[in-house]
């Protein structure tokens, strides 16, 4: 166990929790606006998809049902902008996180290489390097980064945490450096259906890849959009080199997505109905949150796509933490994701309707 714990950072939830047990005790109960946890049901058509497949005695194949890829396939077209890719151009997988977490390893990265991501960043990113030991790098232009020894850029477009969107010139800069070094970009876009102030851009448009998506891949979840996090459902796009690689490590892993799963992935791609009516349940809240935190001294910072508020007062974030919890509202600091989030504090807008105006009431109270 000590092995473990000398390659792993700290689980930083952990250092929550007293600030959890202050907000708990609010008379009105705690708002917990710290994770993404989706809280609204899962859309009819998908559990109806699920139940469906429930007689499902055999294995399923790592690679998908034929019904699963065309759908991967076609939601790609529809909504990325990918148009031409084939069933060798997808791949799902067991949650986004599962992947983020080994992926370096399973692309055989080891000592001497190098995983790089983003200053501010989801830090899964920096949990796979270490797991895999390679060395890690934070960045804030990954084109001045030194390409000796780097194996794998992160991309995260919107972010999380800070819901920055990285417009598609500058997605197009970074995709040509990194091939031109020989570097493979993982785009984690698993946030680029909750576009707010901005449009989001996959690295699979072809205004990004130019039409190729050699050195490319995206990531993509059904946790937020189809409030699926309980299912685990996510999916790879992009190089058919690189993905069909990771389907022989997987396929020897026995890293398969549920035979029910894949049908209810199937399911949520092919209806874009329940995704705009939980756009609509998020912007609502967003409005609502937004306008409170502002109302009650809060700076805004980017924030323009995803399912978080990055917000400041000027102050160390863990004081901010303190100062909602007593108002029994629980967020995450923003050192969380990095050094450059000291003085920020992330703002969820996964809670339900009535929890969201409790929020509201208690900031504009104080």
């Known amino acids: 166990m000590s092995a473990v714990s000398d390659r792993l950072p700290a689980f930083p939830w952990d250092k929550l929790e007293p600030f959890k047990a202050t907000a708990a005790a609010h008379p ?117 980064l030194d390409p000796e020894g780097l194996r794998l850029l992160w991309l995260n477009s919107p972010s999380n945490p800070t819901g920055r969107v990285l417009p598609a010139e500058e997605l197009a800069r970074i995709v040509a450096w990194a091939r031109e070094h020989g570097v493979l970009v993982l785009a984690d876009e698993c946030y680029i259906e909750l576009g707010w102030e901005a ?69 949520a791609l092919s209806d874009d109905t329940h995704v705009r009516e939980q756009r609509e349940r998020y912007a609502a809240r967003r409005t609502a949150l937004r306008d409170a935190l502002v109302g009650h001294g809060f700076r805004i910072e980017h924030s323009e796509a995803s399912l978080y508020l990055w917000a400041t007062r000027d102050e160390p974030c863990w004081d901010t933490v303190a100062h909602l919890a007593d108002l029994g509202i629980l967020v995450a600091p923003g050192d969380f994701y990095g050094p450059a989030g000291a003085e920020f504090v992330r703002v969820a807008l996964t809670a339900t309707d009535e929890r969201v105006r409790a929020a509201v009431e208690r900031l504009g109270s104080r």
């Open 28 to 144: 009105g109960g705690i708002v917990d606006l710290s994770v993404g946890t989706p809280v609204d049901p899962v859309p009819e058509l998908i559990q109806k998809a699920l139940v469906a497949a429930a007689d499902s005695p055999g294995y399923p194949t790592v690679w998908g049902t034929p019904e699963l890829r065309d759908a991967l396939v076609d939601w790609c077209g529809r909504r990325l902008g990918a148009l031409d890719l084939t069933h060798r151009n997808v791949l799902p997988v067991v949650g986004s996180k599962e992947l983020v977490a080994w992926l370096p390893t399973q692309l055989g990265l080891g000592p001497g290489d190098t995983v790089a991501y983003p200053r501010l960043a989801y830090p899964t990113y920096e949990v796979g390097a270490r797991l895999a030991r390679a060395e890690h790098v934070a960045y804030d232009d990954p084109t001045r």
């Open 199 to 267: 449009d989001p851009v996959s690295v699979l448009h072809p205004d990004v890849c130019g039409g190729s998506y050699e050195g490319i891949v995206s990531v993509h979840s059904l946790s937020k959009r189809s409030n699926l996090a309980g299912y685990r459902a996510a999916f790879l796009a992009g190089d058919p080199a690189v993905l069909g690689d990771l389907l022989q490590v997987r396929k020897h892993g026995g890293m398969m997505t549920s035979a029910p799963t894949q049908a209810a992935t199937a399911a």
